[in-house]
């Protein structure tokens, strides 16, 4: 296989990541109808309960919203769900390595 | 058989171990709050309180306002919980993580039919959740009716996946109560994601019956993924809408029956609404119409009871809906009153007045969820404090989104505050700036 092809992704440059932080923020915001501005969501503060307020309803529908943009399946079996959600900055970075699209 | 767990199958023998083995651990009080998200552990918690004279709390939320009320009411309350971590703050008793040894003699205990099995509660209108009594035998009864609408056949025993979790009202009878009763194989998962809802249902065999809610099918059908072959999909918990109920029955090729029923009643009717706008009521159970009210009674009912919807009764046994009383609130299945909440708002230290209210959402959401929004008068709190507040009283489902700090709320000359000067109110407020 020549390296061309290879299936394993780079790693995505710091400047690639914050954009895509940014866009999630973004669509987060508009999915949720939250009352913040996108640059105003903490990338370290949890997603759920206490921090920026979400709930399971909301979790389901970034999860919809996520895999719509960038094709990835979200799942709740495991220990990594509650990682995924645990900040911005953990969902993008699951995002950016389980992305199809 | 009895249940799966992860495709794997646990015996009826295996259940009445645990069962026997769960009774003598819940102590001597007569109160349990069966906290369990396991479904499996749910329904052998439930059975080791029927087992040994004991009753089961089923209360909609566990925030902490509601489980003060709860030791009020119940002072020798347990909890039984399969996550000892995030168990609310009453004794606790943790669902043994070994498997039972098998009894010599298999002893299935038989039961009055006016055992009481449970007490389910609705927010009641003045800040005291309002419990309602359910007997055995009326369960059973309930049950029994819902076997024979759904056209199920006790002699196929389909499984059941369910997306609902089994405290709640609709989750209790169709996810836990339905297979005891109706001889099906549940499945203890409570799958979340649309993944999570179709390798559930592929690790187990056919027949198959998913029990989900209008916010589930949306989310599957927005997910673009195929499921496996099912039976029946049931939904209950909030209207469907017709157009909705067409695209859940072309994509998943499986008929879609719809329940209504509420906490006080159980379920009492059933529809396929690609067919009919007109449910079908379970047979024994009567409507009357009092004046603009509605009241369902008989049947295995326990109490003559006001349904919070607007009725027609169109026929012996039919009728029609037409959407909830104004002050009652619905979200994703969780239910509450505008009343309520209000009372809850306006408790809160800082609070010189405030209102819940209903908003129009044109997104165009995944979900179909709508939250609702609220004004608030409270000069000496900020949004964040205000908040944390709310949430120590009520689901955080309900929590208000937005909440506009205002100077004054629109009431009118009588001290009235009608839901469209709320709108209004709202509506001229503006948001902060958004980027990108």
Same mark, same amino acid.
């Given at each position: ?101 | ?9 646990? #015996? ?50 566990? *925030? ?79 049950? #029994? ?100 109920? =067409? ?8 008929? %879609? ?56 009764? =169109? ?20 239910? #509450?009153? %505008? ?22 959402? =044109?997104?165009?959401?995944? =979900? ?45 000359? *009588? ?22």
């Amino acid at each position: 296989m020549s390296d061309k092809l290879s299936p394993i992704r780079q790693p995505a440059s710091p400047a690639d990541n914050a954009a895509l932080t940014r866009q999630v923020a973004g669509l987060i915001v508009a999915a949720l109808n939250l009352d913040v501005a996108p640059e105003q969501i903490d990338p370290d503060q949890p997603l759920y309960g206490e921090g920026l307020g979400l709930d399971s309803i909301d979790i389901l529908e970034i999860a919809l919203v996520v895999s719509k943009e960038y094709g990835v399946q979200l799942r709740a079996d495991s220990e990594e769900n509650v990682r995924i959600f645990s900040s911005l900055r953990k969902l993008v970075d699951y995002i950016i390595t389980h992305r199809t699209k | 058989m009895l249940a799966y767990r992860g495709g794997e199958p646990i #015996s009826a023998a295996q259940f009445l171990a645990d069962v026997h083995r769960l009774a003598p651990l819940l102590g001597a009080g007569r109160h349990v709050l069966n906290a369990c998200a396991d479904r499996y552990h749910f329904l052998v918690g439930f059975a080791a309180c029927l087992a040994s004279g004991k009753v089961n709390l089923l209360p909609p939320t566990h *925030t902490p306002e509601v489980l003060r009320q709860l030791r009020r009411f119940a002072p020798d309350a347990i909890c039984l919980t399969d996550d000892p971590q995030g168990a609310p703050p009453l004794p606790c008793v943790p669902f043994p993580r070994n498997i039972a040894p098998l009894l010599p003699v298999m002893n299935v205990p038989q039961l009055e039919t006016d055992r009481l099995a449970a007490y389910v509660f609705t927010s009641g209108s003045t800040g005291t959740p309002v419990a309602h009594p359910k007997t055995w035998g009326r369960l059973v009864d309930c049950v #029994s009716q819902e076997v024979v609408q759904l056209g199920l056949d006790a002699n196929v025993a389909a499984t059941l996946v369910a997306t609902v979790p089994p405290q709640h009202m609709y989750g209790f009878e169709s996810s836990v109560l339905l297979p005891l009763v109706g001889g099906m194989v549940l499945c203890a998962e409570r799958p979340f994601y649309p993944a999570d809802i179709a390798a559930v249902l592929a690790s187990v065999p056919r027949p198959r019956v998913l029990v989900s809610t209008p916010v589930h099918l949306r989310a599957l059908l927005a997910a673009s993924i195929s499921l496996p072959s099912l039976r029946l999909i049931v939904c209950s918990t909030a209207p469907l809408p017709q157009q909705l109920a =067409t695209e859940v029955e072309e994509r998943f090729e499986a008929q %879609l029956l719809e329940i209504y029923g509420s906490t006080e009643t159980g379920q009492i009717a059933v529809r396929r609404p690609t067919t009919t706008a007109e449910w079908r009521l379970w047979s024994g159970v009567h409507l009357e119409a009092r004046g603009s009210e509605t009241w369902a009674q008989n049947g295995h009912i326990e109490q003559p009871t006001r349904l919070c919807d607007v009725l027609e009764l =169109t026929g012996e046994g039919r009728f029609l809906l037409h959407g909830r009383v104004a002050d009652l609130v619905n979200i994703a299945g969780k239910r #509450s009153s %505008l009343a309520y909440l209000n009372h809850q708002l306006n408790s809160i230290a800082g609070v010189q007045d405030g209102a819940f209210f209903h908003v129009e959402d =044109t997104r165009s959401s995944h =979900t179909g969820v709508t939250r609702l929004a609220a004004c608030v008068v409270a000069p000496q709190l900020d949004a964040a404090r205000l908040l944390a507040a709310l949430r120590e009283r009520i689901d955080p489902v309900f929590l208000p989104r937005p909440l506009l700090f205002v100077a004054r709320l629109p009431r009118n000359s *009588t001290g009235k505050l009608p839901q469209e000067a709320l709108r209004s109110l709202a509506a001229g407020k503006s948001k902060p700036a958004r980027a990108g």
